[in-house]
């Protein structure tokens, strides 16, 4: 049990530590990124941009990391979260999607 539970342990740091790398080399976003979130988007290429936002919104930098995040204003942390982000107003927007799919990704987002 205590080897099932170190390999456990090992895969969520390693996960950690990618989604980590991800996003401090990664820091630039562009602002329009957010227009992937509207119901003209395909709808598989809208699940997968749900699926990425969950795992985002999922994810808890530690506090220097997310200081980082936070100074930088064009940071995908912040394009995709920050108070001002356009997405605080597309995403309501997505559970009129017809697709159901969709509009549970957008319900679990938004809790």
């Known amino acids: 049990a205590f080897v099932r539970f170190t390999s456990l342990l090992h895969i969520v740091q390693q996960r950690e530590m990618y989604i980590t790398t991800v996003i ?3 820091l630039q976003a562009p602002a329009s990124l957010v ?3 509207d ?7 809208l ?3 749900l699926t990425f936002l969950g795992n ?5 930098p ?3 990391i997310r200081e980082t995040l936070n100074r930088s204003k064009d940071s ?3 394009v995709l979260f920050g108070d001002t982000s356009p997405l605080h107003r597309k995403l309501p927007l997505l559970l ?3 697709d159901s799919e969709v509009k549970a990704q957008v319900a679990r987002l938004l809790t």
């Open 24 to 26: 401090c080399c990664v």
């Open 35 to 37: 227009l992937l979130f």
């Open 39 to 45: 119901s003209c988007t395909n709808t598989a290429v």
């Open 47 to 49: 699940l997968r941009a």
């Open 56 to 60: 985002m919104k999922d994810w808890r």
């Open 62 to 64: 530690s506090t220097p």
């Open 76 to 78: 995908l942390f912040c």
């Open 96 to 98: 009129s999607h017809p």
